[in-house]
């Protein structure tokens, strides 16, 4: 098991210092805390709180409106006066994924949606604290910056600045435009790492000791940042999160997408069609591209993703797997067991029935026959939803894990195990149940209802203290061995977290097919 919180421990020490120094004369250290911080831009201040100062809605780039809508990210206008930067500022959802989502994501209104927010223990202090910079997930089409699950509390706690980025999505961040640059969503997250690069030292941070992170889609992120050029020196690590690695999508999936939109819209796949209309006149042809499903050829592509431009992304997955030309940097990476097998669950899927929708999902008889070996015992449903979750989530994750091993990159896999007690996910460790832990937030809003009344805090602790590790040292810690490919050792967080030589044996010969 990984080592107790060390940085808990440090977190504690320091308070107890602060609290020697007013005892002797000299002021509390939260009195000392500045909550003003001068950017390269103007003036910000931030909201103390009892693990630091959380600096909320700090602009990194000028609100993409008018003629910016569909351009690259253009740096802010500056400011003299102080901002105040004490709410969370705009968020490019309008809605979510779904009615009910398991991460609570607020939608805020506004333009300014390139912004992002900065949880510090102490921007005066002198010790370069190591940053993790956290890009949320939601399909590249929903998701929020702004959500209570990625508060930076218990990592302010632990000795590290944590980074929320906000980015467009969907057709604004995604679509393959004619006249507008591709990947817009991701030179948003670049231009959100410079400007993290050129002004986290004022909050306290180290530039040259930024680790990027994300989960589902801000995984994919992680994995399309690995894959750019122009962010190679941005970030020394990742941690990639149940992440969407089959994409960057190739040239292909992105022109058959801008097409497929003009043909059920009438609308041309241009920025000049598109650049006045309304945000929600946006977000209702957006939703008339229907996502993939347990019904569709490859479920496991979005349409609105990260794509292979040939410049800020030259190379798809496939490509990007078969010349290794992604970043050498450490890399965490897993998945939870039963990604989105409920999903399947619901849909009683019978034993006749099976076949047609595997099929429908691109699984061949070879492919079944390897799955069935794979998962001996399940029905129908359990099994065409364990498959949804393997091509989709843990099949290309595993093989990422493989190939950054098999080059010699320092490499972490894991997978999370702990099922929830929770009435809506009872028996499961789904899609996001992992987060609460590793960002040691088990109070956080909706925690409970994921969850269950009572989720392991010793878990959450071993996750928590694994990641700050692996952000402070580029290492998750001695209890947590590198992934190589002789001994394939792998981290399984369960209520009693274990390490486990190739747990994937049986799964292997379907993933890497």
Not at 100 to 110: R, Y
Not at 219 to 245: E, Y
Not at 370 to 395: N, V
Request: proline share 10%; with cysteine; charged share 20%.
């Amino acid at each position: 098991m990984p080592a107790a919180p060390i940085g808990r421990r440090t977190f504690l020490l320091g308070a107890g210092a602060a609290t020697l120094a007013a005892c002797s004369g000299g002021p509390p250290e939260s009195d000392r805390m500045p909550d003003v911080v001068r950017t390269a831009h103007g003036p910000v201040r931030g909201q103390r709180r009892a693990t630091g100062i959380a600096f909320l809605g700090i602009p990194f780039a000028r609100p993409p409106i008018g003629d910016l809508r569909f351009a690259a990210p253009a740096p802010p206008e500056p400011w003299t006066d102080t901002l105040d930067c004490t709410r969370y500022g705009p968020t490019a959802q309008r809605k979510q994924l779904s009615t009910v989502t398991t991460i609570p994501e607020p939608s805020i209104p506004g333009d300014a949606v390139l912004n992002l927010n900065v949880f510090t223990p102490d921007p005066a202090s002198e010790a370069k604290l190591p940053v993790l910079v956290w890009i949320h997930g939601g399909g590249f089409v929903a998701g929020s910056p702004a959500s209570p699950w990625y508060d930076g509390a218990a990592f302010n706690r632990d000795g590290v600045v944590l980074v929320s980025v906000g980015y467009r999505l969907g057709i604004e961040g995604f679509l393959h435009l004619a006249d507008a640059p591709d990947n817009r969503a991701v030179l948003d997250w670049i231009a959100a790492l410079r400007w993290v690069r050129d002004n986290i030292a004022g909050f306290g941070g180290d530039p040259d000791k930024v680790t990027v992170a994300g989960q589902s889609a801000g995984g994919g992120a992680v994995w399309a940042l690995l894959a750019a050029p122009s962010a190679r020196d941005l970030f020394r690590a990742g941690i990639c999160v149940s992440g969407a690695v089959t994409q960057p999508n190739d040239r292909a999936t992105a022109a058959a997408t801008a097409e497929s939109f003009t043909r059920i819209t009438g609308l041309p796949a241009t920025a000049a069609a598109l650049r006045e209309l309304p945000g929600d006149r946006l977000q209702q042809l957006q939703d008339t591209l229907s996502p993939p499903g347990p019904g569709s050829a490859n479920p496991s592509i979005l349409q609105l993703a990260p794509c292979a431009d040939g410049t800020v992304i030259p190379e798809p997955t496939p490509a990007l797997l078969a010349s290794g030309a992604t970043a050498d940097v450490p890399l965490l990476i897993g998945f939870t067991r039963h990604e989105f097998n409920m999903a399947a669950a619901a849909q009683h899927i019978s034993e006749a029935e099976a076949p047609a929708a595997l099929a429908a999902m691109g699984v061949d008889t070879a492919s079944l026959d390897s799955y069935r070996a794979a998962y001996p015992g399940l029905g129908a449903s359990e099994l065409l939803g364990q498959i949804m979750s393997d091509m989709i989530i843990r099949g290309p994750s595993y093989r990422v894990a493989e190939d950054h091993a098999r080059r010699g990159r320092p490499t972490w896999l894991y997978e999370f195990a702990w099922t929830s007690t929770a009435p809506d996910y009872r028996g499961m460790a789904a899609h996001c149940l992992d987060l609460p832990f590793a960002f040691d937030l088990l109070h956080a809003p909706g925690v409970t209802a994921a969850e269950g009344e009572a989720p392991p805090q010793s878990l959450a602790d071993a996750m928590h203290a694994a990641w700050v590790s692996f952000v402070r040292d580029g290492d998750p810690g001695r209890g947590w061995p590198r992934y190589t490919l002789d001994t394939r050792e792998t981290m399984i967080w369960a209520e009693q977290p274990r390490v486990t030589a190739d747990p994937f044996a049986a799964q292997r010969a379907a993933w890497l097919r």
